[in-house]
């Protein structure tokens, strides 16, 4: 059993930043994918960012450029760096874990973002 846990969500600003952590508690890293999720009220669960083990990443288009996804693989720790944040930003956002090649995925309890002025 894997177990993600999220923090560093909050309130900010239009044009601000916050960091998320995920916090995973097996050293897994290198036979699995790591990324973001984030569901807004109203609107389905949404991809935003993902790692690999190789360190290919991916990013949803309404973030490139504003969000930075990073793993401490020393630390098992996932990282979302979120910048020029904006009010449809706001969601929750969840960490993912997906086992390369297998059908096995954990998901953190989520944290809430919120883009407000």
């Known amino acids: 059993q894997v177990q993600l846990v999220e923090s560093g969500g909050g309130l900010v600003q239009p044009g601000g930043s916050l960091r998320l952590s995920c916090a995973v508690s097996?050293?897994?890293?290198?036979?699995?994918?790591l990324g973001w999720y984030r569901q807004a009220p109203g609107k389905q669960r949404e991809f935003v960012a993902r790692?690999?083990?190789?360190?290919?990443?991916e990013y949803v288009d309404s973030v490139k450029g504003r969000f930075t996804i990073s793993r401490d693989s020393a630390k098992n720790t996932l990282y979302l760096e979120m910048n020029s944040l904006k009010p449809d930003d706001t969601a929750v956002y969840y960490c993912?874990?997906?086992?390369?090649?297998?059908?096995?995925?954990?998901w953190g309890q989520g944290t809430q973002v919120t883009v407000s002025s």
């Open positions: 790692i690999t083990p190789g360190g290919r990443i």
């Open positions: 097996r050293s897994i890293h290198s036979i699995s994918n």
């Open positions: 993912n874990l997906n086992i390369v090649d297998s059908t096995l995925m954990y």
